[in-house]
Structure formats: structure tokens, C-alpha cells
């Protein structure tokens, strides 16, 4: 069958367009183009000069940000995804990783609906940009359009924004497609089972149980929380509490702590670099962090928590530190990713 038609009481010159499809397009935060200066500068100054992540105002920010830390950090950031690059297919691993996902739930959509259903991803930051894949879904015949951000836990600073950059994509189209957007998944039962899946996987290949399983999250401001309202916190906790449920263990065997606090405000507590010294100290030596906020492995996983995190274990005492990856293109967690895509498709597909 054609891509192309027109319409059937149309004549003959009537100009083609593409068959009408539905698009599923995927949004990760984003990731430089390179780890260079200004590949580096680039990027840090889209993703720092976002209100939703910085709210500080223009007058006071804007000189800080321009004149000292994008002056400073592209070089520290580009040493640090210097030391995570993907040498091969010279990209940063979460967009190995996003790219591999995007394949698989296609594949599954694929399988499912036939070529009703296209599959892509966009990146809040960088590249490929939220407009620029929304053009090109338009373009390919989407008139429909599910926007899938993939952080399971909702917050301002990340779901909103990609759903904010989005919206703004879609005001440069004439022929707006349909739109809807997938809320957070921290609570479905098939993304829970997937999570649980891979601790349990990690655990049976470990010679000793560890003593504790830490769960870093993402940290954020708290006034976020007290002042703002933003659900993540409680989001966050809620996750530990249900993988807690789902492996059957005691509540003293896991932790929510959170990591990458910036700035010197208060941020959601306990900060994971020091509570893994607190473990250690206390004679946890042995200890197991896992990453349940992101869907793939990132600069925070592979660098921070692999690095910075496991140091501040090692060097207050701990002994056995085990990194357990995120879910990136596993399985059970594509699968997961294709269910609430299904699910939030009611109406719209068979």
C-alpha cells in the first residue's frame, strides 16, 4: 500500500499527502553533541537557562551563568562524559540507549499495528530537538501524536519541561496534529515488576547479599516540594515503597536518597553521596545502588554514581559497592514502556 493518497472525490491534480498514522514520540532530557567546550557550552547553556530547572531570575542568573559557569563547567562536564563516550558511535550512552529503546518498542508497535503507529525520540536539550521531530512526524502523516516523556516519576523540572517544549512545537504547525501526553508510570505494576526484576538479577549473581539497597533518585530543590507542590518527592518515595512490596523484603533493606544537588539551597534529603558514607560508617560495607529514576543509564549513573558515590562508600570504610544499571533496553522494562504506550492510545487505536 502507498504512503501517499489523496482524497477519493479529489481530482485529479489534487496534490498527495502521506496516509494518516499515529505518532508515539519518546523525550529523554537531552545530551551534548560532543564532550568539546562549546559542544559542551551549548548544551549546559539550553539546560540551565530553563526556567523550569532554574528559576532564579534572568537579571540575577543570566550573568552567573554566562560569565562563570559556562566560563568553567563545559571543561569539568566534558571530562566527566569524556570518560563515559560511546568512542564507537561517538555519542554520549544515553543516546545509545535511547536510540536502542526507540528500535525496540518500534519494533513492538511494529508487530502490533502495523504502520499505523510510528515510533521516534526527541531530547529536551541537543539533539534531535522536540520541534524538529515533531515536524518530521507531521510531515510523515501524523495526525495524531503521543508524547511519551520517559521519567517515571512526574516534576516540573523534567516531565513538565519536555511536555512545555512540546506544546511549543506545536504552535509553529498550521494543521495541528491531536495531541496527548503519557503521565507519570512510577505506580504501574509492569514498570514496579521490571525494576524488581532487575535487582533480583543483580542480587542472584552477587557471592554476598548486599546489606543495603539504595535507591538514588534524582535530587531537586526542596522548596520544590514545601513551597511549589511538585509531586516527585512523594512519587519517589512511593516507587521504594512499592519495589519494596513487590521483592518481598523488610523496609530497613532499602533507602531513598537523592543525588546531584547543585547550588547551595536545601535540596530533598538524604543526599545519596553522603548517606552511603553513613552506611559505611555505620558497618553496612556492603551496598547496592540502583537508579529508579531514570530510564537510562546517563551521565548521573555511569559518572556520578559509578564515581563520585562509590568513592564517598569506599572511602568512609564500605567494601562491596555493586552499580545495578537502569533499565535501559531490557526486556522487561521495553515491554513495560509499550503497555502504558498502548494503554494511553485507548480511543485512538485498536
Not at 530543590?221 to 512519587?235: F, K, S, V, W
Not at 519517589?236 to 539551597?265: A, H, N, P, Y
Amino acid at each position: 500500500m502507498s504512503d501517499v493518497s489523496r482524497p477519493i472525490h479529489a481530482p485529479a491534480d489534487h496534490p498527495s499527502f502521506p496516509r494518516p498514522k499515529i505518532g508515539v514520540l519518546l523525550a529523554n532530557l537531552g545530551t551534548p553533541d560532543n564532550h568539546d567546550y562549546w559542544s559542551m557550552r551549548r548544551y549546559l547553556n539550553e539546560f540551565l537557562s530553563d526556567k523550569r530547572v532554574i528559576d532564579i531570575p534572568d537579571w540575577k542568573w543570566q550573568p552567573l551563568l554566562q560569565l562563570i559557569i559556562l566560563t568553567k563547567r563545559p571543561f569539568s562536564s566534558g571530562a566527566a562524559y569524556r570518560s563515559i563516550w560511546n568512542t564507537e558511535a561517538d555519542e554520549s550512552p544515553l543516546m545509545t540507549i535511547t536510540k536502542q529503546q526507540t528500535a525496540a518498542i518500534s519494533a513492538t508497535m511494529q508487530a502490533e499495528f502495523g504502520d499505523e503507529v510510528m515510533v521516534d525520540f526527541c531530547m529536551r536539550y541537543g539533539n534531535p530537538s522536540t520541534p524538529s521531530k515533531v515536524r518530521a512526524m507531521v510531515e510523515a502523516g501524523c495526525q495524531k501524536i503521543l508524547f511519551f516523556p520517559l521519567y517515571p516519576q512526574y516534576a516540573g523540572a523534567t516531565t513538565a519541561t519536555a511536555n512545555d517544549k512540546f506544546f511549543q512545537s506545536l504552535m509553529t504547525e498550521n494543521w495541528q496534529p491531536a495531541a496527548r501526553t503519557v503521565p507519570a508510570y512510577f505506580d504501574h505494576p509492569a514498570y514496579v515488576d521490571a525494576l524488581a526484576r532487575s535487582i533480583e538479577r543483580a542480587y542472584a549473581k552477587l557471592e554476598t547479599r548486599p546489606d543495603v539497597l539504595v535507591c538514588s533518585y534524582h535530587g531537586m530543590p526542596l522548596r520544590y516540594l514545601t513551597a511549589e507542590g511538585d509531586p516527585y518527592h512523594c512519587q519517589c518515595v512511593k516507587t521504594t515503597r512499592l519495589l519494596t512490596e513487590r521483592l518481598g523484603w523488610d523496609k530497613t533493606e532499602i533507602v531513598s536518597t537523592f543525588q546531584s544537588r547543585f547550588g547551595s539551597e536545601e535540596w530533598l534529603q538524604p543526599y545519596t553521596v553522603e548517606e552511603v558514607a553513613r552506611l559505611a560508617e555505620s558497618g553496612k560495607t556492603s551496598i547496592a545502588v540502583c537508579a529508579p529514576a531514570f530510564s537510562a543509564d546517563c551521565i548521573e549513573t555511569l559518572e556520578e554514581i559509578n564515581e563520585e558515590i562509590r568513592d564517598s562508600f569506599v572511602e568512609a570504610g564500605g567494601k562491596e559497592f555493586t552499580y545495578i544499571p537502569c533499565l535501559n533496553d531490557d526486556d522487561a522494562h521495553i515491554a513495560a514502556l509499550s503497555t502504558v504506550i498502548k494503554e494511553n492510545l485507548a480511543g485512538w487505536i485498536g
